[in-house]
């Protein structure tokens, strides 16, 4: 029952979040109300069951990601003199109507399931998680049936790395 | 539960899709693809616990490419802002007639 | 004992192996005249002697039907099979044995004629493909390959008139044959396809073996077909409407206008009716159109030979008017009767062609000298030749007796046999328009017989017109020049020979000869098949003429009608005082009439070419380049750079603009995968 009402309470959080940084004219509002939807993320995570990907939200999304968004609006000084970008009339009208859509073909999809969920709280996967702990048991699947996508993506982020320094550098 | 934050999923991708939509601050506009992306893995996670841990490993794996893609596309913006001085993607127009 | 032809293929390939090398010399070295002078004759001379032996064979044995000489399959296509292959029997045997004989003593001839021409070896390439296509013409053995012969000899036609081309008179001429003949193919065309459509086949021995029992006799179809085959005629042998490009075609050497505007070409039609005579003598309408056309021609064109002044243009309205003779004969039914003529013809009027050539050849030598702008082929300069050209001018006369009808020179034999025929066949339904027919032919032979003594008075006889300082540069041809009219003048004398009617063969001394009507029946083979559809459907041919008389008696009368032309002809031109053509007034009242041809060529003009040209300017202005231009090409255009310009307005740039059209694609494809969904 408790549960139930975090999960709420939290998902009230995200949407809240993700309508203010949408519509904050300030960028650095923006992002703050986008971290704050990260952290309800996390929140409704854990009460999944995903703990570790609990954390790694928290500390690589909500940590690191938002603080490079911040870091580059600082560097770009978007801080303050900022001028209302938000588009009206036919773009809201417009904006609306596809986010609508989005909104109702997906809900559509969950409405009409095609696999049968659990309607209970339980779930194997917890008992999994009681066995091997919450890092094992994303781990287990990770180095042995993923690992070569596991170091694919290392290689992305390298890769990533260094082009966004030849991108950002002014003189390569 | 599990249903819900499907809707949930849903409800914070549309979000993310009417920002897209009518924001054009181009920082703004790459928080809102992330927020897409954190409603994917919404999704990624509640049914998780349907399937199996392998939702989790995507999800895993979407915060890797997340993090990749907001280094190169903040480069991106930075390089752009260093030619035009704004990050206002009206005046990124040079994709035009 | 059986035929076996021999190397007929090579008959037909020799010349074309010349066309090749004549026109590598002509594009490689043109100002070589060696090999061309060798080649070109050489392979007509080995054609002729192949033609010879099979003609000896053929003599031999005396085959019963046609002989099939197996080339490739042309055209394997569904029911239609079309074969290569060539077709000898006594009537192509006939046709070779012209087209080679004659053809070699014209290509000896041109060896003088063009020896001074920069286009020598070119020459030699054009006509020795003439030759190579006129072969296939009367060697092949189904209608497509005779219409590849006769499409060929036509762009030879063409080459050969235009061959002076840097004049635009010639190109127009050439131009001109080569519409004029197009409207003929278009009947030659539409026949063959409606031909294929009601017998299944193309081949000449399956289309007449089928025609009796595919047609009936007189029916709508196969006299549509046949007015179709002889509206190709028309184009091809230069019979009224189409024959105002003869004349023209003059502007060609005047070998070319030998062998290919008198001997050969032009009575392709001739021979084509001949070939096609069981499909002709089926539709007795087509008949009396093919003779009455012919009458007609023959009437026509020989009231314009009588008022020009023009050597070659005399000779070309008596081509036409011979050719007319032809069409009577074979119209009729009389087929043998047509290509006796023809064979005839080609003797004489090429003997006269080359003799004007060899009077122009020395009027313009003698004209070069002085540098006197005055037209060599213009009769009104010439006068009192004979002095001059002494064996140019009696070949000429035998010639003229020939084609005016004199015993004992061969056109008194062939003429005489045609327009008997016409008479003795004017029976039945055929009786009016044959009668009027018999006496217009008379009425031609009479002109014919007049404007040929005109001729030869202005040109060699009287006083010559030249001034003194050419007169002493007139000199005769050179031998390979005369050979060719000696021998010619001799095949025009003995020509008639081989086919003298009976009636006549059975007079004392007019006709003795052990072989009565030879040709005639040599022929039958070939002619059979029609004269059986005739001797069915028509009643029997009459003994006497429409106004009484037997064959005999009229031989005797045209004999005579023709001596006495002759005689008061000449003496009525020999009393005209001519005056060279610069210092002489137009002809008027009537005359000119004439000399203007009636005003054909001005009445097609108006007619025609006229309201043709207007009409394409019309279409190019509207329809070419407003329809098409406008609309259609440019309008494409600019219908693309209006859509996008349109498409263009929607690239604005604005990452939103892509990104709500992104969304509204995700959105379709969802509508697409899972519809299960709205």
Known sequence: MIREILWWIFAAEAVLGALGMVLSRNPVGSLLSLVVTFFGLAAIYVLLGAFFISAIQVIVYAGAIMVLFLFVIMLLNLGHDYHADLRRGVWLVLGGLASGLIGFVLYRAVRTPSLELPSGLTSPLDELVQRQGAVGVIAAPLFRDFSVAFEVTSVLLLVAAIGAVVLAKRRV | ???????????LFAIGVLGVVIRRNAIILFMCVELMLNAANLAFIALSRAVGIEGQVFVFFVISVAAAEAAVGLAIIISIFRHIETVDIKNFNLLRW | MTFEPTLVWAIVLLPLLGFVVNGVVALAAPERKIVPTIVGPAVIAISFAIALVNFFGMLRTGPETAVIVPGYTWIPSGSLQVEASLQLDQLSMLMTLIITGVGFLIHLYSVGYMHADKGYARYFAYINLFVFFMLLLVLGSS???????????????????????TGKVNADAGKKAFIVNRIGDFGFIVAMLMIFANTGSLSFQSVFAAAPSAFTYGGAVVTAITLFLFLGATGKSAQIPLYVWLPDAMAGPTPVSALIHAATMVTAGVYMVARTGVLFALAPVSMIVVAGIGALTALFAATIGLAQYDIKKVLAYSTVSQLGYMFVGVGVGAYSAGIFHLMTHAFFKALLFLGSGAVIHAMHEALHHTHRDWDAQDMRNMGGLRRYLPITFVTMWVGTLAIAGVWPFAGFFSKDEIIWQVAARAVGPFRGWFTLYWVMALVAALLTAFYM?????MTFHGKSRLPDEERHHLHEVPWVMYVPLVLLAVLSVLGGWINVPAAIGRMPVLGWVPHAEWLHHWLEPVTAAAERIQAANLPALSETAPFGGGEALWALVS???????IVIASAVISRVEYRPALESAAPAGFRRVLFRKWYVDEIYDALVVRPVIR????LWRWIDQGLIDGVLVNGAARLSRMVGWFGSRLQTGQINTYAFAVVLGVIFLFLFVFPRLF
Request: one cysteine or more.
């Open chain 3, 615 to 618: 009409a394409s300017r019309w």
């Open chain 2, 1 to 11: 539960m599990l249903t819900l934050s499907l809707v949930l999923a849903a409800i």
């Open chain 3, 453 to 457: 003594t005109r001729l030869m008075i």
């Open chain 3, 143 to 165: 209608f497509p390959l005779m219409f590849v012969g006769w499409e060929g000899v036509g762009l030879c036609s063409y080459l050969l008139i235009g061959f002076w081309y």
């Open chain 3, 559 to 565: 004999f005579a009608i023709a001596v006495a032309t």
